[in-house]
Nanobody, 115 residues
Framework: QVQLVESGGGLVQPGGSLRVSCAASGPSFNIYAMTWYRQAPGKQRELVAA???????NYAVSVKGRFTISRDNAKNAVYLQMNSLKPEDTAVYYCRADALSGTYWGQGTQVIVSS
């Protein structure tokens, strides 16, 4: 079973930057896509950005141009570089891995954008 651990969340001022990471362990060789989701208080979980094993990416309209997803296949890790952060980006950010063996979620990392 694949385990996912997110890190890098924290408190940042509006306009600032933050990078969150997700490390996969276990039988992660069959992962073919990794995705960042977020969930703000009182709201549904939403897709933020996704990347395939081949490097194709997809972004939510609300973050396009500000966030960048990247992946290190050798380290089984995925990153989300977040720039020009806004208070509405405040949420718990979750990593999801889609593998031949199933779909896996991390526990999440909190990002708070506030002055």
């Amino acid at each position: 079973q694949v385990q996912l651990v997110e890190s890098g969340g924290g408190l940042v001022q509006p306009g600032g930057s933050l990078r969150v990471s997700c490390a996969a362990s276990g039988p992660s060789f069959n992962i073919y896509a990794m995705t960042w989701y977020r969930q703000a208080p009182g709201k549904q979980r939403e897709l933020v950005a996704a990347i395939t094993s081949g490097g194709s990416t997809n972004y939510a309209v609300s973050v396009k141009g500000r966030f960048t997803i990247s992946r290190d296949n050798a380290k089984n890790a995925v990153y989300l570089q977040m720039n020009s952060l806004k208070p509405e980006d405040t949420a718990v950010y979750y990593c999801r891995a889609d593998a031949l063996s199933g779909t896996y979620w991390g526990q999440g990392t909190q990002v708070i954008v506030s002055s």
